[in-house]
């Protein structure tokens, strides 16, 4: 499936926001991501030739970028982090927990397609740690327990006031 | 006058302001003040009379960096200037820019504004990681906000001053948050350091004078225009003005940001978090973030400002502070932090690329109690050389290998037991 019109306007429109179509080649990516979910070859490639840059160009931030993703993810994305003040707070039982939950590792998407689990740190939630950013809108979850992870895997969890 | 011209004026539930709702706070008023009563050479004098350093990590001093932006600006003539500012935290234990974008967005438009007029640049840049997408939607609604009032654009409140500002939502990496990188990034290059010289000021973004300023510093800005340079330095317990956001992490009862004087001690914050947790002792704590050396119980005391923190051996870096408990192992707390240094590398020399996962995964086996002697001794090899002596092209690296440096120095006896395939501390 090729890209809609409508992201093809916003990629114009980015590369005279951005100060030309180079610049403008991360939120073409950001654009493509959104709409697809992740960036394909084919994509890659329309996003390349609506800009005017080469796919050599455009691929050179695609596989540099950590939160562009070259292949597929699911449906909700959990950005769950493994830095020391997670790790300090208890982060490696609940990173135990939501893989057993899951039955995924980090990188991998469940088999119903639902769910990414990706590593990150840190994700700014320290005073919250342990915690994860999910979904699209990267809403900040926690404090997690190992116990308490239903809500985030329904979707339920909410960021709210630490 | 609030003391704390931070966080003073945020929301409880951290949302942010209406403009309309931060000007009934009092907010607009340094800008006013900025553009109507003083020079930009004014204002550069009163940030200087403050003693504002740069809250990004380096604590250059911020009047002295504005200098050199309007010297390169002289020098290069009429066109477009840059200010960047630097949005993307990424060091494990940071999360004071976070607050300051999401719920006091204005305020940092204010300060980027006031910044730009004393600087001399044209255009402001905010470039905000991927992952505080609340923060980059929060600015982008204030800057329309700003524009439809006449805060941003052109003629700025009648004073003749122009300027545009918008929103670049990053996308992952923690070298994003670099300097040279930073603009590298905007320009649609692979984010990856720069040689300097050239100095951005010079030559920056699109081969222009650029500045790279921290969300923090910025954020500073208005209420010292505001309330003066006297009222600023007041603020603080040392001779370095004002008030610093330190984010306290880890085995304290309750983590949480703190805004205080600038040069409270370890002792002061651990207080206000309740305590070290759960009846546990203090065991170390790193006062900067993740690349900042350890202190112990005997530094307690130590003001944590940039000078004192040097003093101790350390340095104040973010102000992150990562505080490890009686519990935690400091070869597992460095195997974290070695993981993301290596994971965060950029790859363009060989000691960060393919040294810090060798590290890392040395680490890993000797946590495991399955190291060596000789593991330990190219531990220390690797220290010696990724010192801070231009092996590495950027300071990542030589960050990177600061706790290690410092827990080998600290804690040897620690390591030597893991050999022993035993942990004297334990696991957090
Ligand atoms: S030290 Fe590391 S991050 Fe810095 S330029 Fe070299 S490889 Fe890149
Ligand atoms: S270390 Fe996990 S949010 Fe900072």
């Not at chain 2, 930073?182 to 720069?194: C, D, H, T, V, W």
Request: hydrophobic residues 40%.
């Amino acid at each position: 499936m090729s890209l809609s019109p409508a992201i093809r306007t916003a990629i114009a429109q980015a590369a005279a926001n951005h100060g030309g179509p180079k610049a403008a080649m991360l939120e073409a990516l950001k654009l493509v991501q959104e709409a697809e979910g992740w960036v394909s070859d084919a994509h890659l490639k329309e996003a390349a030739e609506a800009l005017g840059v080469t796919t050599a160009e455009i691929d050179s931030l695609a596989t540099f970028y950590s939160q562009i993703f070259r292949s597929p993810v699911g449906d909700t994305v959990i950005l769950l982090c493994d830095g020391l003040s997670c790790y300090l707070c208890g982060g490696d039982a609940v990173r135990d927990a939501v893989m057993s939950k899951l039955g995924i590792g980090f990188g991998e998407t469940t088999a119903d397609g639902k769910f990414t689990l990706i590593n990150i740190c840190c994700v700014g939630g320290c005073d919250r740690a342990p915690v994860a950013l999910v979904g699209p809108e990267r809403k900040l979850v926690g404090p997690l327990t190992p116990d308490d992870l239903d809500a985030l895997i329904d979707g339920k969890a909410v960021g709210g006031t630490p | 006058m609030s003391d704390k011209p931070l966080t003073g004026r945020a929301r409880a539930d951290r949302q942010p302001h209406s403009l309309a709702a931060w000007r009934g706070l009092g907010g607009g008023a340094g800008l006013a003040l900025a553009l109507k009563r003083h020079s930009p050479e004014a204002i550069i004098a009163l940030i200087e009379a403050a003693g504002l350093r740069g809250r990004g990590g380096a604590g250059f001093p911020t009047a002295n960096k504005w200098r050199f932006m309007r010297a390169g600006a002289e020098r290069a003539g009429p066109g477009p200037r840059y200010l960047c500012v630097n949005g993307d935290e990424t060091e494990p234990g940071s999360f004071k820019d976070r607050l300051l974008m999401e719920a006091l967005p204005h305020q940092l438009i204010e300060g980027a504004t006031i910044a730009a007029y004393a600087m001399g640049a044209t255009e402001v840049i905010i470039l905000v990681r991927d992952e505080y997408r609340a923060a980059a939607a929060a600015l982008s609604r204030a800057i329309v906000e700003a524009e439809q009032l006449g805060l941003l654009g052109r003629d700025i409140l009648g004073s003749g001053f122009d300027l545009t500002m918008r929103v670049h939502a990053s996308a992952g990496r923690y070298i994003v948050g670099e300097e040279t990188a930073l603009i590298a990034a905007l320009e649609g290059e692979r984010p990856i350091p720069r040689h300097r010289p050239p100095y951005p000021a010079v030559s920056g973004l699109w081969g222009r004078p650029t500045t790279v300023n921290n969300v923090e510093t910025l954020s500073a800005v208005p209420s010292i225009v505001e309330h003066g340079a006297e009222w600023y330095q007041g603020l603080s317990h040392t001779n370095e003005g004002g008030t610093k956001l330190y984010g306290v992490s880890g085995c304290v009862a309750r983590p949480q940001l703190i805004e205080a004087p600038m040069g409270t001690t370890a002792r002061e914050l651990f207080e206000l978090c309740g305590g070290i947790r759960e009846g546990r002792a203090l065991f170390a704590f790193q006062p900067g973030g993740g690349a900042t050396a350890f202190l112990e119980a005997a530094d307690l005391d130590v003001p944590l400002d940039f000078a004192h923190t040097k003093k101790a051996g350390s340095s104040l870096g973010t102000g992150a502070v990562i505080v490890l408990d009686d519990h935690a192992c400091p070869v597992a707390a460095i195997g974290r932090h070695m993981r993301f240094y290596a994971r965060e590398s950029c790859g363009l020399c060989t000691p960060c690329r393919d040294g810090l996962p060798w590290v890392a995964k040395l680490l890993d086996t000797i946590e495991a109690g399955h190291g060596t002697r000789a593991d330990i001794d190219l531990l220390h090899t690797h220290v010696q050389l990724s010192g801070p002596s231009g092996r590495s092209y950027c300071d990542l690296n030589t960050g990177a290998l600061t706790p290690l440096r410092s827990g080998l120095e600290r804690f040897g006896d620690i390591f030597a037991a893991h050999l022993q395939g035993s942990c004297p501390v334990g696991r957090a």
